[in-house]
């Protein structure tokens, strides 16, 4: 059996966001629909002979990760954790194919993260229990055990608690960034607001199509949009743009943005938003995609990547 193996770490977005409490050691207490999108950075690894640890990265989104250490880099702490965890003493290549926007509230780096994991138990062949996976993932960030676990789910707790909830109904979507990354923990500290209450979505909801799903995510919002925007502004001409194209059901900020979602009637209106928007805003980044859905996932167990 060939010891390369690659992973799609597909970009995560929250549907909503609500901030509904904060524990004594600052993390905030979420609540929040995560479903994974189609595109996304792709992870490959390959077994060494002997115990080093390598991490190249490719892809159009490379050069804003070049600045830091790349020792630091999520991918190889990852890679060091789980190699602990399994008393592994072999080595590993990796690269990471870097196609989202670095710093942008789709998970980039959470689910770089993951897919390292997943992808090093295949390359070492390990077998570790689901749960002690889960405990390394918090211990990288609190996104990381969402996108460990790949699907769409009610995200509670600071990112740990993950309640399964019925398959969404196929979406067409446009994601944009306006080129800007922002700091997570900056945004969670500029929030001034009260708490919303937590469980205000309904577990056992199921939509037969996107504009009822659309209407019922109108009952809810992404609680760090008021913070973020107010430190990066472009933000809200990111939503107007968005919102202001034919077909629009929701504009909303993922994570701790900037980058934005919209959902839109048809998948043709979302090609024509994604190509109006990328025509009169060069720099910002802008993709149309879908969900990830059951069957994507069966595909993606049999080693597909992601669709071109
Ligand atoms: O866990 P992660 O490294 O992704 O989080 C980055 C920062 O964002 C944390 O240090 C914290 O300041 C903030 N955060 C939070 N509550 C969460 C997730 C992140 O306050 N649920």
Not at 59 to 65: H, T
Request: with cysteine; aromatic share 4%.
């Amino acid at each position: 059996m060939s010891s390369t193996h690659t992973e799609p770490a597909p970009a995560k977005l929250n549907l909503f966001l609500h901030v509904t409490g904060r524990r004594d050691d600052g993390y905030h207490l979420l609540d929040s629909l995560v479903c994974f999108a189609d595109c996304g950075d792709v992870i490959t690894a390959t077994a060494r002979d002997d115990s080093e640890l390598t991490l190249a990265i490719t892809g159009p989104m490379a050069g804003d990760l070049g600045h830091g250490n790349i020792e630091d880099n999520l991918i190889l702490r990852a890679a060091r954790l789980l190699r602990a965890e399994g008393a592994v003493t072999q080595g590993a290549d990796l690269t990471l194919e870097k196609n989202l926007p670095v710093a942008s509230g789709i998970g980039g780096g959470s689910a770089d993260a993951a897919a390292t994991l997943r992808v090093l138990c295949r390359v070492w062949q390990l077998d570790i229990p689901t749960d002690a996976l889960e405990k390394l993932a918090l211990k990288l960030g609190a996104d990381v055990p969402v996108c460990l676990h790949g699907k769409t789910v009610l995200m509670q707790g600071i990112g740990e608690k993950l309640i399964d909830l019925p398959e969404l109904p196929s979406l067409s979507l446009v994601l944009v960034n306006p080129g800007k990354a922002v700091s997570t923990p900056e945004i969670f500290a500029a929030r001034d607001a009260g708490f919303t209450d937590e469980n205000l979505w309904d577990r056992t909801a199921r939509f037969q199509s996107a504009a009822t799903l659309a209407a019922a995510l109108q009952d809810c919002r992404n609680d760090l949009t008021l913070p973020a925007s107010g430190i990066l502004p472009e933000i809200c001409d990111v939503l107007n743009a968005l919102a202001r194209e034919d077909g629009c059901l929701l504009a909303r900020m993922s994570g701790s943005g900037a980058t934005c979602l919209a959902i839109y009637d048809t998948e043709n209106q979302a090609e024509r938003a994604a190509n109006a928007i990328a025509e009169s805003q060069p720099d910002w980044w802008v993709q149309a995609t879908g969900i990830q859905t059951m069957q994507d996932r069966a595909r993606a167990q049999i080693g597909a990547s992601f669709p071109t």
